[in-house]
């Protein structure tokens, strides 16, 4: 992808509120890809978002679900982690909620259903640099994005 933004988060309250900040700026439909081993950090991201969003239920890790949609706050959020669907046919309707038109969408392990993603997705890679230090590569095709990060 063309354009990428490094951003470091000392701690998990940092890293929810770039997910505030997201949920407030993001325009509606956006697909995100998160990529980064266990314990990352891509699920409290989401749980930022939903707090941006005012979405009060508890944003867990969907890895049982696959899928969850949270349909009380501003606006739609769908919260997918593909980690189950490894070596799986992926074929299950998801891609009936990727890219929600008046929601966000967000991805972990997303590699598992490449094929679902649209090409004007935004990625972004998180690293663990310490316990509490992360480092997160935001990559896009569209310059404007990186400006809300
Ligand atoms: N800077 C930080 N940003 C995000 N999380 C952090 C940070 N520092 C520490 N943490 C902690 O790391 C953990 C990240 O867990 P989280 O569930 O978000 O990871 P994940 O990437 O979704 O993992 P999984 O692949 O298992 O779903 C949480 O316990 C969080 O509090
Ligand atoms: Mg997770």
């Known amino acids: 992808m063309a354009f990428s933004k490094m951003i470091i ?71 997918i982690d593909a980690y189950r669907l490894a070596d799986v046919n992926s074929d299950i309707g998801l891609d009936e909620y990727i890219g929600y038109e008046t929601g966000l969408t967000f991805i972990e392990w997303s590699q598992y259903i490449s094929q679902l993603i649209p090409k004007n997705h935004i990625n972004i890679d998180i690293k663990c640099l310490d316990f509490e230090k992360r480092e997160l590569i935001v990559s896009t095709n569209n310059e404007e994005i990186l400006r809300l990060f």
């Open 9 to 79: 988060t000392n701690n998990t309250e940092e890293t929810l509120e770039l997910g505030k900040k997201l949920a407030l700026s993001l325009p509606s439909g956006s697909v995100v890809t998160l990529n980064g081993e266990l314990g990352a950090g891509k699920t409290t991201l989401v749980r930022g978002v939903a707090r941006g969003l005012n979405i009060n239920e508890v944003v867990q890790s969907p890895t049982f679900n696959i899928m969850k949609i949270y349909l009380k706050g501003n606006r739609p959020l769908i919260h």
